[in-house]
């Protein structure tokens, strides 16, 4: 890394913190199924996540999906008038993956490589999640299994190179902990699967990374200790008075560190999926879905980090490979404001926790409860089906632009530079203390979303950044109620769930129109911001001129 231009800057006249600053919101971000990388809007969207927000890896379910055609059992002839022809022997192909990968390669980008689900050929169950019928069981054959996955690793390699490869990650299935959904087998069943998998990864080539287990939440109580979960054992959390006192814990986790070192198996990365939420059976059969406080993401990685540290494999990567406000893909908060403030705040509290937080997902092109009903219905994306920008989507351009050195750790934000250019960029947020530490809460109606807007008073920021360059520019961008809340904007059309040209083009408009300003560093190289931010606003500041001293 080259030497800084110059000194860093001081803030607030204290000299600069000088920790890095890693980028794990723009590290790895998700999508729903490979299939719907096929599809040209769903291309638009993630070659914009790579070139605006920085992204850098993309994972998906449904690699082995049948409609990818990657595991062929029969030619597929007959085309309805007879019955295809059956193959002695399994045949692989790659052309719709192909396609796929060389997409994502081209804009920059990689895989994470999310392997999954089972084959119809392979399923000892078939068609148990989602309309698209996804096979979420153990194969048949844990050979044939092992062979799909050596033949697919060996031919990305022939075709990508085994140094592009090797700088990939290798993730074991998805959510085995959610059974009869992602997984209709038991633990042990699950673990045997990430030993054949790895085993014939490693086979390949030993450099290749590979992790697991991929599960879903931490959880208070025993449900997940046996072979598959027991309902009754969540009873205790589903009516527990304060659910924040509980004691969270890691799903799997340790059991499966436990299994892989007593195997000597590799893990190269630990992966779990830390939403801030639950769902607990309640005694009368009901599911109580639980909102953890605003810091749950925080302490549990905090947790995950120590158990790891303590564990046989203590320099395993971490990644959670999926992560939002909360699990919904009909979650209205997802689509406003208040949802951009509270990931902004969990991101840089938790940068330094975790290899990446792969927010769930880029785009709402994403079918597993079929296509969402209307422009905004609460998908996860970060942008809607027509690529309308949420807040979320301009919370991560003022992210990606920040610098890889910090400055100043703000109460309410971070002031860094780029170590390589000298620039310097921060990021404010207004989460309002009225929260009382409680996290945004999924809402199934719009109306009530948007009531999270009474909350909060204005607040003062004011900072002094001294040591710049004299007459540095820097461009001010804010996100706030009045500026970029592009589903307030449709709620005001009345809700329409199909929209017009010119609605369409009406709402484009006001997703992009933020609030945009120009801030001058004095003679002598000294920047005050002085802001008064309305509840729930997000801030961006950039160096734009010059980044360096002559």
Known sequence: MPAAPHPAPTVDGAPADGRTLRHVWNECVGAGRANEALRADWQQHFREAVDVLGARYVRFHGLFHDDMFVYRGNDGGGGGFAPPTPLATPVHTFSYVDKV?????????????????????LATQTETLFWWKAHCSPPNDMGRWADLVTATVEHWIERYGLDEVRQWRFEVWNEPNLYPLFWTGTRTQYFELYEATVRAIKAVDAGLLVGGPSTSVFVPDARYAGEVPDREASVATAEAEDVDALDWRPVWIEEFIAWCAERDLPVDFLSAHLYPTDYAAASDGSARAITRYVDATYDDLTLLRRIIAA????????????????????????????????ITRAYLRCAHLADSISYWTFTDVFEEGGAGLGPFHGGFGLVNEQGLHKPTFHAFAMLAQLGDEVLAELPHGVLTRDRTTGRVAGVLFHYPDEMGGASVEQQHSYERARAYGDVGTPRAVRHTIAGLPAGATFDLVQLDLD??????????????????RPQEAELRAVADDLLRDVLVASDEGVLEIDLVLPPWAVVGIVQTSPATED
């Open 483 to 500: 500026h970029g809340d592009v589903a307030e904007a449709w709620h005001h059309m009345g809700e329409p769930v199909n929209l017009t």
């Open 311 to 342: 564990s046989p494999y203590p320099d395993a990567e971490v990644h959670l490979t999926e992560w939002s406000s909360s699990p919904s893909s009909r979650d209205r908060t997802h689509d406003t404001l208040f949802a951009a403030t509270w």
């Open 101 to 121: 990968f060389d997409f994502i390669l081209s804009t920059g980008a990689r895989p994470f490589v999310e392997l999954g689900f089972m084959p119809r050929d």
